[in-house]
């Protein structure tokens, strides 16, 4: 009789962990798809030795910076980022969330340089064929892609469907929601967004593009401690990145510099921090670098493609 108490009592230990991991899986939470610069590691034309690793060796490429949400709960997923990439990264996604249980439900444009919108042309008619894709864009954004070829054949075969989208007014979702908001960058088509991703239990910063943080009317040192994940640009480690090239031209933060305005937060604060959008010349590409040594001995995260962050 004892014997088959315990047998019954693990048997619903069992199950009530089962369950738990059950229902912890349905909560959504941020895929990483890739975290290089608009073009990609090695990047085009680059046949210098740390580019030449990449053409040698497929395993060391990385895609353009792109992050997924999954909601399991609904079977669906959402897509942050169409870049040049996106065969690639949807095959990812894919295999992280299945295509025959997920259904690709929208994608977030944050403005209109290459990596971030042009792989929205795989939408249309001479490759998916998609139908009625919700793209999610702010008014500049949506206005270039209305009035350009050729996106705006997208949305005349409606392979594509825009979504309007208001700075900081959230895009509400049963189990998240996504909040755009301004931020400076170089403005030549569209305006350019960063996104607050919240969903039941965590919420995350996600900047790929900015200027320098001064040029900012918000305090990123403040924005890093309202969130559980800042996921922040880091096209640049340092200056001299580029020899030859005024990066005054280029005005990214530079990884020290961040790193320098968050330096006095406290260690949990810090390692909220995840560095995402690398150029090919940044070192914090390479994990075993004597840079991302640095970075991460300060308490700070370099973002990998299968990072997976719960929300």
């Not at 009592?9 to 369950?19: D, F, G, N, V």
């Not at 090695?42 to 490429?61: F, I, L, T």
């Not at 209109?112 to 490759?127: F, K, P, Q, S």
Request: aromatic share 10%; glycine share 6%.
């Amino acid at each position: 009789m004892l014997t088959k108490i315990r047998l019954v009592t693990k048997l619903m230990i069992l199950l009530s962990a089962s369950s738990a991991l059950f229902a912890q899986d349905q909560n959504p939470y941020l895929y990483v798809l890739g975290v290089a610069q608009d073009a990609g590691f090695p990047q085009v034309g680059c046949y210098a030795p740390h580019c030449m690793k990449g053409w040698n060796d497929p395993s060391e490429r990385v895609t353009p910076t792109a992050i997924a949400v999954i909601d399991a709960d609904r079977g669906r997923t959402y897509l942050f980022e169409a870049t040049p990439q996106i065969p690639q990264q949807l095959f990812m996604l894919h295999q992280q969330a299945p295509a025959h249980k997920f259904s690709l439900d929208g994608i977030f444009i944050t403005h209109a340089h290459i990596g971030h919108y042009t792989g929205l042309m795989y939408l249309g008619r001479e490759a998916m064929g998609a139908k009625k894709m919700p793209v999610y864009a702010m008014p500049k954004m949506a206005a270039f892609l209305r009035d350009n070829g050729p996106w705006s054949q997208l949305i005349e075969l409606e392979n594509i469907h825009l979504k309007p989208l208001s700075d900081d007014v959230a895009e509400s979702f049963k189990n998240f929601r996504v909040t755009p908001f301004i931020v400076p960058h170089r403005d030549e088509y569209s305006e350019t967004v960063g996104f607050t991703i919240e969903g039941p239990a965590k919420k995350a910063l996600f900047i790929p593009d900015i200027n320098k943080w001064s040029q900012w009317d918000e305090s990123i040192v403040e924005k890093v401690t309202q969130v559980d994940y800042a996921l922040l640009d880091a096209t640049f480690f340092d200056d001299g990145e580029l020899p030859g090239r005024d990066m005054s031209k280029i005005p990214h933060p530079f990884v020290t510099e961040t790193m320098d305005l968050l330096k006095d937060l406290p260690a949990e604060q810090r390692n909220k921090v995840w560095f995402i959008h690398m150029n090919h010349t940044n070192p914090l590409l390479d994990p075993n670098s004597r840079e991302t040594n640095l970075v991460e001995s300060q308490g700070f995260n370099i973002a990998r493609p299968g990072l997976r962050l719960e929300l």
